[in-house]
DNA sequence: GAAACCGTTAAGGTGAACTGATGCTCGATG
DNA sequence: CATCGAGCATCAGTTCACCTTAACGGTTTC
């Protein structure tokens, strides 16, 4: 019978793409994931690996087999969920991810919530790179994450991965002065010669904030990088520059910021292992946040 | 994250009832089973075992887990599959399981068959006692099996494994004078006072010849347990009793035996581990008894 | 009431799997 | 072209999980 646990090895190496890399995710040595992989391999009969350079790319059975493990720990997923859910204490800790942003924005009153309803249940977060949010859920470090998803920055599917939408939230562009135009293009060309206050390079809403400007036609001055933001909109308030918030992030602006709304949008997703969508952790959590997002949220 | 391994265990003690059983199914020691059985039931969090008596059946919890453990062990069963799909050469062992009397009237050709379209392939036949045939494929020690099905004698379904259709042949009420009568009820009752010979008791053969007697009213006087259908019409010719047999075992009867046709039929099955159906092996095999059975079969 | 059966527990041995060290190949860099 | 670093494979050593043996307690049956 195929070792699951090897198969896991295999699947963790179809989305990171090396060894090294599979072996720093489960927290081994690259020694231990190789021997695995090559138990597997002979186990299976047919090449999985391809030695390619000095990496190593999965052959097509490979990729075939990475299919079969993903349904298989789905269902082990599933499985587990059901046990939690018939073990009917809910206790425990859910480990929830979650940007920055995101952290400030809707955790504090969601875990409040979490707290009324589920008493036992433990939340622990973990403020986390967005690019480490998928490889951590896959690997069980974190149980339910927060995920933003912009217009020109859409979020990349992940087979081992699900999600339910949460929030659907206009963008606003903060200036002083308002701005004129008719659409969004035409009202983020009025801003072109003004300096911009975008995220830390790197992150989603830099990027979003960024491509927004380039399909408006333009690429942004950008002059501070500012997650915050609550910050951000002081800074837009003392004349510094203009920039682009959620609505979430706009809530209480100061008095001599002006909002704009725009039509492009942010969208809000809960993301968790497939199969675990059924864990009772999961459903208290995701209750919780739509309790806390009740009065944002726009019919998406 | 759940062990696969434990959970094989589990869904053995499913269907099986007993831990000593299911050790004697995987060759283990009852002990092992006890202690990876506790394993999975403290790393549950539930109870999946209820001891009553000195048994132990499954709890709600328990039977819930083994549905996920038949749909991950069918998931790994594909994989398998197409990993011997992938491989491609077609050589190894398959190991059949039958009844005596399908290996005599099906499986020489049937085998030569294979031998002449799959030269690589090694295939093995052990005779098995019908009440094996389901736990042994379950178990991996068989990879396909023949079932039979009678009137009168229904295979219970099992979800661990799945069957194709081979055969469905009318049965013979062989005797050595003609015998009158409309309707499978009114000619055996005309042979009510006539001695039979069946199979061995505790056999599908021995059960079906009894139980048909007895739909039709009377409880027959069995003389002769004699597997061999060959044998059971020689027996009927020099005068011995009468007997029910399958169109497969009436081929080539002595002169002085009289076959009457019944509506009663029996059915034989081709079984495998669910999710194996796709195995290249058991395709060859599917095929090569399709072949060395086409001039018997009978639209089904 | 004895015997057979079944499941659990304790103790001990074995093998699988992980770590750490070493060597090799490939690719980037100056 | 030489050097360096990244990445994978292999080997030896160790640890730990799992299985077996052995012994015990409870239950059913004759």
New interface residues.
Partial sequence: ??D??R??LLRELAYRGTIAAVAEALTFTPSAVSQQLAALERE???ALLERTGRRVALT??GV??VR??E???E??E???A???A??GDLSGTVRIGAFPTATRAILPSALAALAHSHQGLDPMVDEVDPAEVAPRLRA?ELDVALVHEYDFVPAEPDLALDAVPLLDEPMYLATIRPVGGEGDAARLLACREEPWIASTPGTLCHAMTVRACQAAGFSPRVRHHIDDFATVLAMVAVGQGVALVPELGAADPPEDVTLTALSMRRRTRVAFRRGAGGHPAVVALIAALRVATSHVRTPG
Same sequence: chains 1, 2.
Avoid: I, T
């Fill in positions: 019978m195929l699951v646990r198969l896991r299976a009969g047919v097509p059975a075939a087999l079969h493990a349904a298989v720990l269902r082990l599933q499985a587990a059901e046990l939690a018939a073990r069980g």
